[in-house]
């Protein structure tokens, strides 16, 4: 099993950047899939972005595709997700997820959640 701890949520200002982090527990982190969602006051949870256990390949929704990043350090257990160019309509709880096989966009496909971090985008 994984835990996840998401972080570096907060407040910012259209146009602006933030970095999200999400630590993982438990020595098998390198063999599971990343993933990061969010979900928005009144909707369902979406897709933002996934990386394979390597590193090597990624996935992103269109919405995010050319501003968001994500990344992940296999040596501290921990994937990021780098956001610019950051607008209202991205304004969400942001969850990270793990799950034992390929990219996937689909929450369903993820075993393992945590408990989200706060992204506020607003003047």
């Known amino acids: 099993q994984v835990q996840l701890v998401e972080s570096g949520g907060g407040l910012v200002q259209p146009g602006g950047s933030l970095r999200l982090s999400c630590a993982a527990s438990g020595r098998t982190f390198i063999t599971y899939t990343m993933g990061w969602f969010r979900q928005a006051p009144g909707k369902e949870r979406e897709f933002v972005a996934a990386i394979s256990w390597s590193g090597g390949s990624t996935y992103y929704a269109d919405s995010v595709k050319g501003r968001f990043t994500i990344s992940r350090h296999n040596a501290e257990n921990t994937v990021y997700l780098q956001m610019n160019s950051l607008k209202p309509e991205d304004t969400a709880v942001y969850f990270c997820?793990?799950?034992?096989?390929?990219?996937?966009?689909?929450?369903?496909?993820?075993?393992?959640w945590g408990r989200g971090t706060q992204v506020t985008v607003s003047s």
């Open positions: 997820a793990a799950r034992r096989a390929g990219l996937s966009g689909s929450q369903y496909e993820y075993n393992y």
